[in-house]
């Protein structure tokens, strides 16, 4: 019995080890051909890779408002250009400029026979945008007679121009946002009056805090300012089109004036974002929440807690991002709240 098992285990064991062999041999020419298909796909697409840079080229489609205008070597070098030529304040006396332009970057393999046009995308962009210049007018009687590019400078001209004229004249420094369309020249010039004590009447508030027939009454958050209309920071490809105003999660929004909600949602970089229309082309936005509470065609009433501050979407902390649209425009929001 013990030489029967003997031999079943010799038996056994030889089988086993032939399999064994075979399975691991199996095992080595499969990777080793594995590794030459891998080998063959990568030398094809070096292949491939050179062809197509032999005969192509990297470059980026601009659009202005969706319509594809030409190509750009780089996007970064022609932001570059952008801010050194269209946001260098060449006029006088001018405290910063914005531009309001729809433009997009998409990159795309080229035929390198067929140039870029950089001097005519920004002949397009700057022809077809609005610029917005902002400074101080020091009015003589109602009339602006000299123009500051910061609130420092405009109260020192005052204050030299007391010494030198009667005490009946009256003296009072504007702040004005001066629009300029590009493709009309059509001028559209806002103004935000500040007397020189300080001691501006509720009426003349109120006149001030009024676009295009819309009061604007209240505040949206009670916080700091961080970050001003037309500001340029490295976080973002533009100039800043709205306020943002650091404040606490979970601080209470309220809206500005009364209106119908058209958007009560998330939306990109927004995050959770809240629109109001309040009329007359005139609308809000609400950027960031972290709790909205109202809800797309409701009426809101100036006053009205439509939502909480948060930090959602592209946010490096909680805050709220407000903007002001007019027409679809956007304007400086210091020009009418946070007075």
Same mark, same amino acid.
């Given at each position: 019995?013990?030489?029967?098992?003997?031999?079943?285990?010799?038996?056994?064991?030889?089988?086993?080890?032939?399999?064994?062999?075979?399975?691991?041999?199996?095992?080595?020419?499969?990777?080793?051909?594995?590794?030459?298909?891998?080998?063959?796909?990568?030398?094809?697409?070096?292949?491939?890779?050179?062809?197509?840079?032999?005969?192509?080229?990297?470059?980026?489609?601009?659009?202005?408002?969706?319509?594809?205008?030409?190509?750009?070597?780089?996007?970064?070098?022609?932001?570059?250009?952008?801010?050194?030529?269209?946001?260098?304040?060449?006029?006088?006396?001018?405290?910063?400029?914005?531009?309001?332009?729809?433009?997009?970057?998409?990159?795309?393999?080229?035929?390198?026979?067929?140039?870029?046009?950089?001097?005519?995308?920004?002949?397009?962009?700057?022809?077809?945008?609005?610029?917005?210049?902002?400074?101080?007018?020091?009015?003589?009687?109602?009339?602006?007679?000299?123009?500051?590019?910061?609130?420092?400078?405009?109260?020192?001209?005052?204050?030299?121009?007391?010494?030198?004229?009667?005490?009946?004249?009256?003296?009072?420094?504007?702040?004005?946002?001066?629009?300029?369309?590009?493709?009309?020249?059509?001028?559209?010039?806002?103004?935000?009056?500040?007397?020189?004590?300080?001691?501006?009447?509720?009426?003349?508030?109120?006149?001030?805090?009024?676009?295009?027939?819309?009061?604007?009454?209240?505040?949206?958050? =009670?916080?700091?300012?961080?970050?001003?209309?037309?500001?340029?920071?490295?976080?973002?490809?533009?100039?800043?089109?709205?306020?943002?105003?650091? /404040?606490?999660?979970?601080?209470?929004?309220? /809206? =500005? /004036?009364?209106?119908?909600?058209?958007?009560?949602?998330?939306?990109?970089?927004?995050?959770?974002?809240?629109?109001?229309?309040?009329?007359?082309?005139?609308?809000?936005?609400?950027?960031?929440?972290?709790?909205?509470?109202?809800?797309?065609?409701?009426? =809101?009433? /100036?006053?009205?807690?439509?939502?909480?501050?948060?930090?959602?979407?592209?946010?490096?902390?909680?805050?709220?991002?407000?903007?002001?649209?007019?027409?679809?425009?956007? =304007?400086?929001?210091?020009?009418?709240?946070?007075?």
């Amino acid at each position: 019995m013990n030489k029967i098992c003997s031999i079943i285990k010799k038996y056994w064991f030889g089988i086993k080890g032939e399999w064994t062999y075979i399975f691991n041999r199996k095992i080595a020419y499969y990777t080793k051909e594995t590794f030459k298909f891998i080998n063959i796909i990568a030398i094809g697409v070096i292949i491939i890779l050179g062809i197509l840079s032999f005969k192509y080229k990297s470059v980026y489609t601009v659009y202005l408002d969706g319509e594809a205008v030409g190509y750009i070597k780089s996007k970064n070098d022609f932001e570059n250009l952008l801010e050194e030529k269209l946001y260098d304040n060449q006029e006088e006396n001018i405290a910063f400029s914005t531009i309001n332009v729809d433009k997009q970057y998409k990159l795309k393999l080229l035929d390198k026979q067929v140039q870029t046009n950089e001097d005519e995308i920004f002949t397009a962009i700057k022809e077809n945008s609005d610029i917005t210049y902002f400074r101080y007018a020091i009015n003589v009687n109602s009339d602006p007679k000299v123009y500051a590019s910061s609130l420092e400078e405009a109260e020192q001209v005052v204050s030299n121009m007391k010494e030198d004229i009667s005490q009946d004249i009256e003296l009072s420094i504007l702040k004005i946002y001066e629009t300029q369309n590009q493709s009309n020249k059509e001028v559209q010039i806002e103004t935000l009056a500040q007397d020189l004590s300080n001691s501006i009447h509720e009426e003349e508030k109120r006149i001030a805090s009024t676009i295009n027939g819309v009061y604007l009454s209240k505040n949206p958050v =009670v916080g700091n300012i961080t970050s001003r209309y037309g500001a340029k920071e490295r976080i973002r490809n533009h100039t800043h089109q709205g306020l943002d105003i650091s /404040a606490k999660t979970g601080t209470k929004i309220q /809206a =500005v /004036a009364d209106g119908k909600v058209t958007y009560s949602g998330e939306l990109g970089g927004y995050g959770n974002l809240i629109k109001i229309d309040h009329g007359n082309g005139v609308e809000t936005y609400y950027g960031h929440c972290s709790k909205i509470y109202t809800s797309v065609g409701k009426e =809101v009433k /100036a006053g009205d807690i439509i939502g909480l501050v948060g930090s959602t979407g592209n946010s490096t902390g909680p805050h709220l991002h407000l903007e002001l649209r007019l027409n679809g425009k956007v =304007v400086n929001p210091l020009n009418y709240l946070y007075k």
